[in-house]
């Protein structure tokens, strides 16, 4: 997934974003690095968040519920939402994460705590928190042990990976709740540093493969128009399986770098899952 550039540039194929990278220097996501002429994950195994949470928290509400899943998360994204909920994790690179109380643990490490909290109600592992696909190494190697061991994996992710990520990933993973942050191409390159295109198509591959269930942030002024909740509805039921796939729409507390406008009504959040659920079997409302 890296092609040789001119002035021995190296180009990242991870994500839509193609960054050219000279030696030593670091992607958008702060998380890819050229390492003499290599594009290497710096941020494979290192982790800031390790929580066994209700599988229902990814959210997955479809998927094992009533169980627990043991949840990893390392720093960095490439995405640049303004209202982000892990900010202090996503926004991170090398440096900052030094500051918060980072870890290494190796897949064989991580498959050794999963499996210990098994009589915690645990089923497996869940790569999230921050966006887990730009160190998809990790994921793939600690999610085919896992599987080795009959745990289960799931995946929670902005979606924005190249089709060739997703394939590596593929055979390990059994769950994955993607964000479809808005249904606007331009607000999700403008507004998020995003790429609609690239997540519609992911969504719609694994779709195919692993239970798939979706969450839309319903930010009031951004995303929160009926027809954008509508064309979100009737593009989901075209899937796949899809008038069966899980959506959430939750609400938006301001904070980080949108704090210009209040929180989301709770009756906006039900009208919008009216309008989801003309399109779509199982709407589910969050963070009312
Ligand atoms: S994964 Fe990171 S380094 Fe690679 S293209 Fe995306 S933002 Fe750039």
């Given at each position: ?21 000279a030696?030593?220097?670091t ?22 968040s ?8 990814k ?7 009533g169980s ?28 900052e ?20 909290l ?27 042990l896992?599987h080795?061991?009959?745990m ?7 979606g ?7 394939r ?8 994955m709740?993607?964000?479809l ?24 591959e ?7 269930e ?10 929160d ?31 980080f ?6 929180a989301?009504?709770?009756?906006r ?6 309008i989801?659920a ?11």
């Amino acid at each position: 997934m890296i092609e040789k550039k001119a002035e021995n540039k190296v180009c990242c194929k991870v994500c839509f974003r193609h960054c050219s990278l000279a030696d030593g220097e670091t992607g958008a996501c702060r998380t890819r690095k050229n390492k003499a002429g290599e594009v290497v994950s710096i941020n494979y195994g290192v982790l800031t968040s390790l929580a066994l949470d209700p599988i229902e928290k990814k959210p997955l509400s479809m998927f094992c519920p009533g169980s627990m899943i043991l949840s990893a998360g390392s720093f960095g994204c490439n995405l640049r939402c303004p209202f982000c909920q892990n900010h202090e994790i996503s926004y991170a690179g090398e440096r900052e994460a030094g500051s918060l109380g980072v870890r290494y643990i190796s897949p064989e490490e991580l498959v050794d705590t999963a499996l210990r909290l098994k009589e915690r109600g645990n089923i497996g592992i869940a790569f999230t928190y921050n966006e887990p696909l730009m160190s998809w190494e990790y994921v793939r190697d600690a999610a085919s042990l896992s599987h080795e061991k009959g745990m289960k994996n799931v995946l929670v992710s902005n979606g924005t990976a190249e089709p060739e990520v997703l394939r590596e990933i593929l055979p390990f993973i059994d769950a994955m709740n993607i964000d479809l942050k808005a249904f606007d191409k331009d607000k999700y390159s403008k507004i998020l540093g995003g790429d609609l295109e690239q997540t519609q198509a992911f969504i719609s591959e694994a779709a195919k493969h692993v239970h798939m269930e979706i969450t839309t942030l319903v930010v009031p002024g951004f995303n929160d128009d009926n027809s954008e909740i509508e064309n979100a509805s009737k593009w989901i039921a075209s899937l796949n399986n899809g008038k069966n796939i899980p959506y959430h729409l939750t609400r938006f507390f301001p904070g980080f770098n949108m704090t210009d406008r209040d929180a989301t009504p709770v009756n906006r959040i039900f009208e919008l899952r009216d309008i989801a659920a003309k399109y779509l079997d199982n709407v589910y409302v969050g963070n009312v």
